[in-house]
């Protein structure tokens, strides 16, 4: 009998040979191959690449505001708690309990303690273990010394960043000149105005890349932002682990075409091009943003599985305009112009997702208003191969 050539697993080595196709300049690239968006073994390989490597971007330091304020967060099968402890210092923790592994902390609030909901083993907020009751007749046994394994966290900018390497790079080596390259937007001012998640059906890349590319949008946004957004500049030659490019808007991006009275304050510190249109960032592997003209919106992104995705959306704003007396309910237009922008994107990615996963998909080019997903997949191909 004829065997079948249809070979559904694809390995390791076959996308690391594909991905010699990835390179600079762009206009010359191929796109990242397909099983790089579902393979079970390559998103193996690339948790222990690219999300083990490195900084993460894990969200804006006003989310932790007073002791015991904490995260709980999911990079794949890594359980991270992420707390303030009583010096006002983030600490970030493997989040499995060194009794029997449960997870420790869910979701984000304030705790006294952390507590495993399991069997009750206590860990201050440095993670030493400080109390587990009815352990006294176990041989050899004392909290004293236990303390759940401790990963780096560093801040830049009023953004948080975790690494889960063991040695790695100063943040300031990763980001290189981000903070010169946003000087103007006074990043170190925005506070949060909303957050919320989002779980999508796709691969964490794909999600990624549909916010840094303009060439969707007169396809999946036509009726919401697509009109105010002209070509954008090419991307910045940038020292550092990003890609970013600006694109002067004709309207204020933050808003629906309708809504464009509602405009907050400008950002005091823009110059005069940043003053009508959007720099959108992506700091890899995994934090992205468009700076506006009076707000930022941003999205922490984590893979859940290779085909699933957790993106925390997070609207800011300079500090002065959320005390404005119209904050909140202006504040509100705002955030309908994020919601439906996403919305729509949303079922173009599940879409991609799809046809991603066809062992009959290719590895496509790109179109030049894709350059910083050009970026990032040279990037990618570089640390993965
Ligand atoms: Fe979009």
Same mark, same amino acid.
């Given at each position: 009998?004829?065997?079948?050539?249809?070979?559904?697993?694809?390995?390791?080595?076959?996308?690391?040979?594909?991905?010699?196709?990835?390179?600079?300049?762009?206009?010359?690239?191929?796109?990242?191959?397909?099983?790089?968006?579902?393979?079970?073994?390559?998103?193996?390989?690339?948790?222990?690449?690219?999300?083990?490597?490195?900084?993460?971007?894990?969200?804006?330091?006003?989310?932790?505001?007073?002791?015991?304020?904490?995260?709980?967060?999911?990079?794949?099968?890594?359980?991270?708690?992420?707390?303030?402890?009583?010096?006002?210092?983030?600490?970030?923790?493997?989040?499995?309990?060194?009794?029997?592994?449960?997870?420790?902390?869910?979701?984000?609030?304030?705790?006294?303690?952390?507590?495993?909901?399991?069997?009750?083993?206590?860990?201050?907020?440095?993670?030493?273990?400080?109390?587990?009751?009815?352990?006294?007749?176990?041989?050899?046994?004392?909290?004293?010394?236990?303390?759940?394994?401790?990963?780096?966290?560093?801040?830049?900018?009023?953004?948080?960043?975790?690494?889960?390497?063991?040695?790695?790079?100063?943040?300031?080596?990763?980001?290189?000149?981000?903070?010169?390259?946003?000087?103007?937007?006074?990043?170190?001012?925005?506070?949060?105005?909303?957050?919320?998640?989002?779980?999508?059906?796709?691969?964490?890349?794909?999600?990624?890349?549909?916010?840094?590319?303009?060439?969707?949008?007169?396809?999946?946004?036509?009726?919401?932002?697509?009109? =105010?957004?002209?070509? $954008?500049?090419?991307?910045?030659?940038?020292?550092?682990?990003? %890609?970013?490019? &600006?694109? #002067?808007? @004709?309207?204020?991006?933050?808003?629906?075409?309708?809504?464009?009275?509602?405009?907050?304050?400008?950002?005091?510190?823009?110059?005069?091009?940043?003053?009508?249109?959007?720099?959108?960032?992506?700091?890899?592997?995994?934090?992205?943003?468009?700076?506006?003209?009076?707000?930022?919106?941003? =999205?922490?992104?984590? $893979?859940?599985?290779?085909?699933?995705?957790?993106?925390?959306? %997070?609207?800011? &704003?300079? #500090?002065? @305009?959320?005390?404005?007396?119209?904050?909140?309910?202006?504040?509100?237009?705002?955030?309908?112009?994020?919601?439906?922008?996403?919305?729509?994107?949303?079922?173009?990615?599940?879409?991609?997702?799809?046809?991603?996963?066809?062992?009959?998909?290719?590895?496509?080019?790109?179109?030049?208003?894709?350059?910083?997903?050009?970026?990032?997949?040279?990037?990618?191909?570089?640390?993965?191969?």
């Amino acid at each position: 009998m004829k065997s079948c050539n249809l070979e559904l697993t694809v390995s390791a080595e076959s996308i690391k040979q594909a991905l010699r196709a990835v390179r600079h300049p762009v206009a010359s690239s191929s796109s990242l191959p397909p099983p790089c968006y579902h393979e079970e073994d390559w998103f193996r390989h690339e948790m222990e690449r690219v999300f083990r490597h490195g900084w993460l971007g894990i969200g804006h330091r006003d989310q932790w505001k007073m002791p015991g304020d904490y995260s709980a967060i999911n990079v794949g099968n890594i359980a991270i708690a992420v707390v303030m402890d009583e010096h006002g210092t983030l600490q970030a923790m493997s989040n499995s309990c060194l009794h029997r592994s449960s997870r420790i902390l869910s979701g984000k609030g304030r705790c006294r303690a952390m507590v495993c909901p399991f069997h009750g083993w206590s860990y201050d907020y440095s993670g030493q273990l400080v109390s587990a009751s009815r352990m006294e007749n176990t041989q050899g046994f004392s909290e004293k010394g236990m303390a759940l394994k401790k990963f780096h966290v560093a801040t830049q900018d009023g953004f948080v960043f975790l690494s889960l390497e063991e040695n790695p790079d100063t943040l300031d080596q990763w980001l290189g000149d981000f903070s010169d390259r946003h000087a103007c937007w006074s990043l170190d001012d925005l506070v949060t105005g909303r957050q919320r998640v989002l779980d999508v059906d796709c691969n964490w890349k794909l999600f990624l890349e549909v916010f840094n590319e303009y060439y969707h949008l007169p396809y999946v946004h036509p009726d919401s932002i697509s009109r =105010y957004y002209p070509e $954008p500049d090419p991307t910045d030659d940038v020292i550092g682990e990003y %890609t970013t490019q &600006f694109g #002067s808007t @004709t309207a204020n991006p933050a808003l629906l075409e309708e809504n464009q009275g509602c405009s907050l304050p400008r950002i005091k510190s823009l110059g005069e091009r940043e003053k009508t249109g959007a720099r959108y960032t992506w700091v890899y592997p995994n934090m992205t943003f468009a700076a506006g003209s009076d707000c930022l919106w941003m =999205y922490h992104v984590y $893979p859940l599985t290779a085909t699933r995705t957790r993106a925390v959306q %997070t609207v800011c &704003f300079p #500090s002065q @305009t959320t005390r404005l007396p119209e904050f909140e309910a202006t504040s509100e237009i705002y955030y309908s112009r994020f919601d439906i922008a996403i919305h729509e994107d949303i079922p173009a990615l599940e879409k991609q997702q799809a046809g991603m996963e066809s062992p009959f998909a290719v590895q496509g080019r790109f179109s030049a208003l894709e350059p910083s997903v050009g970026n990032f997949a040279c990037w990618y191909a570089s640390v993965t191969r």
